[in-house]
């Protein structure tokens, strides 16, 4: 049996979160076990082993039966060969262009060079962020000479991100796009501050003074201590 993928780098979206929610199932049956019961190790067991079963069937591209017909041999290789994804998902260099489907596309991380509609559409995907990854990747990137939702078609863009692009690219570019989002509203409190201090000391009534130090002192809070996006 052929691996169709050996490893974060061919891995694609659409698999990772399909492979995501096999784990988050397992997870829910394994909480419903009390560790109190004379079975558990037992219920354990086959719980992880029907989870190993079923990521190795969607990695190899083969049924459940498929997998049970074969030697203990084969499938501790198997088995051993689909570990990785058990390992945390690697960070990689985010690149200025991507191909993807025969399709070359421009990454945009700058939110300067957003479009409305594009911060929109990228504000309404960002409140689930994982289920929406390739939603949210077809927002950061553009066809190249093309510009954001214009001449070409914004939902197949989105099935082929989630079909063909490795979840690990799309996990680097959303964290880097996320970073790089708090670090522009960041910027714009410190900016928010400064103007705060001059109106501060333009001002003529105690009333008025008061007002602008809680203001301040809220600016500099959120500053010191970040501003909680919606994709954390």
Same mark, same amino acid.
């Given at each position: 049996?052929?691996?169709?993928h050996?490893?974060w780098?061919?891995?694609?979206?659409?698999?990772?979160? %399909?492979? %995501?929610?096999?784990?988050?199932?397992?997870?829910?049956?394994l909480?419903?076990?009390?560790?109190?019961?004379?079975? #558990?190790?037992?219920?354990?067991?086959?719980?992880?082993?029907?989870?190993?079963?079923?990521?190795? %069937?969607?990695?190899?591209?083969?049924?459940?039966?498929?997998?049970l017909?074969?030697s203990?041999?084969?499938?501790?290789?198997?088995?051993?060969?689909?570990a990785w994804?058990?390992?945390?998902?690697?960070?990689?260099?985010?690149?200025d262009?991507?191909?993807i489907?025969?399709?070359? #596309?421009?990454?945009?991380?700058?939110?300067?060079?957003?479009?409305?509609?594009? #911060?929109?559409?990228?504000?309404?995907?960002?409140?689930?962020?994982?289920a929406?990854? %390739?939603?949210?990747?077809a +927002?950061?990137l553009?066809p190249?000479?093309?510009t954001?939702?214009?001449?070409?078609?914004?939902g197949?863009?989105?099935?082929?991100?989630?079909e063909?692009m490795?979840f690990a690219?799309?996990?680097?570019?959303l +964290?880097?796009?996320?970073?790089?989002?708090?670090?522009s509203?960041?910027?714009?409190l410190r900016?928010?501050?400064?103007?705060?201090?001059?109106?501060?000391?333009?001002?003529t009534?105690?009333?008025?003074?008061?007002?602008?130090?809680k203001e301040?002192?809220?600016?500099?809070?959120?500053?010191?201590?970040? +501003?909680?996006?919606?994709?954390?």
């Open positions: 049996m052929e691996l169709r050996k490893g780098a061919t891995l694609p979206i659409k698999e990772y979160q %399909a492979i %995501a929610e096999l784990s988050r199932k397992a997870s829910e049956e909480a419903q076990i009390s560790e109190d019961s004379a079975d #558990y190790n037992q219920r354990r067991g086959e719980i992880l082993l029907d989870l190993d079963i079923d990521i190795m %069937a969607r990695l190899y591209n083969v049924t459940r039966d498929e997998i017909d074969l203990y041999e084969e499938v501790a290789e198997m088995s051993a060969a689909v994804v058990n390992d945390p998902v690697p960070t990689i260099s985010t690149p262009e991507i191909t489907s025969g399709v070359r #596309y421009k990454v945009v991380v700058d939110m300067s060079k957003f479009t409305f509609g594009q #911060y929109l559409d990228y504000q309404i995907y960002q409140a689930d962020a994982f929406n990854a %390739a939603q949210l990747m +927002c950061l553009i190249l000479g093309k954001y939702g214009k001449g070409y078609d914004l197949q863009t989105a099935v082929d991100i989630a063909h490795p690219t799309a996990h680097s570019l +964290c880097f796009f996320a970073k790089a989002q708090r670090a509203v960041r910027s714009s900016s928010m501050t400064k103007e705060k201090r001059k109106q501060m000391r333009r001002a009534s105690t009333q008025e003074r008061e007002r602008l130090r301040i002192k809220a600016l500099r809070l959120y500053t010191s201590h970040g +501003c909680h996006l919606p994709s954390e």
